[in-house]
Every structure is written in structure tokens, then in C-alpha cells.
């Protein structure tokens, strides 16, 4: 589930934790394969006596700058993460643990264990594959265009494609699709650059309209609630009989790049 409002939220949060300025003291990690690193950490060990000196967000990637280094963070599908003082009780879930020197800790909560997270000394080469973030300033509405309309591809898996724009996947495609009115296996190269002008502004609005709903409902310990969230951040509900949030007709499902899309046969062409 995590996308970009989801993971923009997490950024949010751990900034208001005041997490700028803090070391990390220790690591422990209960990952599949981790175990066999040189350091039983994957790595992780490294991140030992490091400050924390920043937190950004390019699409659904997190990177925690570090005085020396950086510390990437992926979601996968049902990960997040939570600040814990030493009188909590650890997650049930809970991957990894980054120890602070301020006796607080923060948990990588993944039933799953699909998320990811590395170390590395330097950031570069980090993001080399991801496109521009869907809501950067950089990414206008021709740029928009210009990555998309010469894909050949259905327009739901160009929209989810990591290296052509950062942040959108499964959930705010078809949002998006909806709110512009296209239908998700339209191939992008055969919509005119006015539609896709107008699926650019809707990729915007379903992203900053999720936001701005999970800022706005936090759970009752103040972390975003951000994972299997069916609720009103979302125009279409995923659901068995759902319909139309404008017209009222039964939504249509369909695989398109091994998701399932919902969508308005009626409302999107």
C-alpha cells in the first residue's frame, strides 16, 4: 500500500519525532538472509555512531542522511515505521530496531517483510533508476508529457513505472485515471498531450488530497495510519460491488501490469 502520501506522511512524522540530531547507538535486525552478512546485520552494523542530519523523499523511497552515509528505506507493501520510548512494548512485526541516544528507538514494523533498507556510504547512484517525484516542482506538466506520451504501454503501467515518474503505484494510478477520465489500458502514446495535461493535474490531486487526509487522522499515538487504509483518501472504493463515486455504475476490474485496476466504464475512455 505505501505510496508517495503515505510515505511523505512517515517523513512528516519522524521529523516532528525531532530525529534531526540524534545518533544511532545499536542495530538489531530479524530479516530473511540478513543474518548472513559479514556482520549478522546486513550492513546495518555500520550505521553505529552515525548522527541523523536529514530525512527526504524521492516517490516511495525514504533516505535518512547520516554524518557519514545514508540509510535507505522502502515500505514494500505493508511496511512503516514508529518512534518508541524504552516503556513501550516492541511491535508485533518489528525488523529492524534503530536504538537512539536518547533511549528512544525506531521499529520497521513489516508483517510481510517485503520492505527494504541498506546502508550505503555515499547517495550516489542510490536513485539512479527513479524518475522525478510525482509531486517536485520539476516534474511540469510538458515534462509530464514528455515522459509519457511516447509510451507504448498501457497508460495504469506507465503511471506505475518507477523510472518515468516516483510515487505512484497501484492505488493513486487508478485514482488519478478516474478523476482525468481515461480508462487504465488506454496506451499512453494514443492520448493527446490535453488529456494527459489533465492526468498530470489529477496524479497531483489524488496524491495531495491522500496527504493531507492521513496528516489529518493520525493514529491515537500520533503515527500515520498508512497500510490496507480503505477509507476517504480514496474516491474508489476497492471493493466487491463498488461503484461509481460520479455516476453510480458498477466499477470494472482488470489485470493491467499484474494489478488490478478499478475503474468506470462508463466515465473513462
Known amino acids: 500500500m505505501p505510496e508517495l502520501p503515505e510515505v511523505e506522511s512517515l517523513r512528516l512524522y519522524l521529523m516532528s519525532q525531532d530525529l534531526i540530531g540524534r545518533t544511532v547507538v545499536d542495530v538489531s535486525a530479524d530479516w530473511p538472509g540478513i543474518e548472513n552478512t559479514s556482520d549478522g546485520l546486513g550492513g546495518l552494523s555500520q550505521l553505529r555512531g552515525r ?14 542522511r547520516l554524518d557519514h552515509g ?18 513501550d512494548e516492541p511491535l508485533r512485526f518489528a525488523r529492524v530496531t534503530f536504538f537512539l541516544d536518547d533511549e528512544r528507538r525506531v521499529e520497521l514494523d513489516d508483517p510481510r517483510r517485503w520492505a527494504g533498507v541498506r546502508f550505503e556510504e555515499s547517495e550516489a547512484g542510490l536513485l539512479s533508476n ?7 516542482v520539476e516534474l511540469t506538466s510538458d515534462e509530464f508529457v514528455r515522459r509519457v506520451k511516447t509510451k507504448r504501454s498501457p497508460i495504469k ?8 515518474l516516483a510515487g505512484v503505484g497501484n492505488i493513486y494510478a487508478d485514482e488519478a485515471l478516474h478523476r482525468a477520465g481515461i480508462h487504465p489500458a488506454r496506451r499512453a502514446d494514443r492520448i493527446s ?11 497531483r490531486t489524488s496524491l495531495l488530497q491522500a ?12 503515527r500515520p495510519y498508512i497500510v490496507d487504509a480503505y477509507d476517504d483518501r480514496m474516491r474508489l472504493q476497492r471493493k466487491k460491488d463498488a461503484i461509481c463515486p460520479d455516476c453510480g ?14 475503474f468506470c466504464r462508463q466515465c473513462q475512455t
Open 130 to 136: 527513479v524518475g522525478p517525484d510525482a509531486l517536485s
Open 211 to 222: 496527504l493531507c487526509y492521513i496528516v489529518d487522522h493520525p493514529d491515537e499515538r500520533g
Open 193 to 203: 498531450e490535453k488529456r494527459l495535461t489533465d492526468l498530470h493535474t489529477a496524479v
Open 51 to 64: 548522527r541523523i542530519t536529514g530525512l527526504s523523499r524521492t516517490g516511495k523511497n525514504l533516505l535518512a
Open 249 to 262: 455504475t458498477p466499477l470494472q476490474t482488470r489485470k493491467i501490469g499484474g494489478r488490478t485496476s478499478y
Open 157 to 164: 503501467a506507465v503511471l506505475m513505472d518507477q523510472s518515468v
Open 70 to 87: 545514508v540509510l535507505w528505506l522502502h515500505m514494500g507493501m505493508t511496511g512503516r515505521l514508529a518512534v518508541m520510548y524504552p516503556s
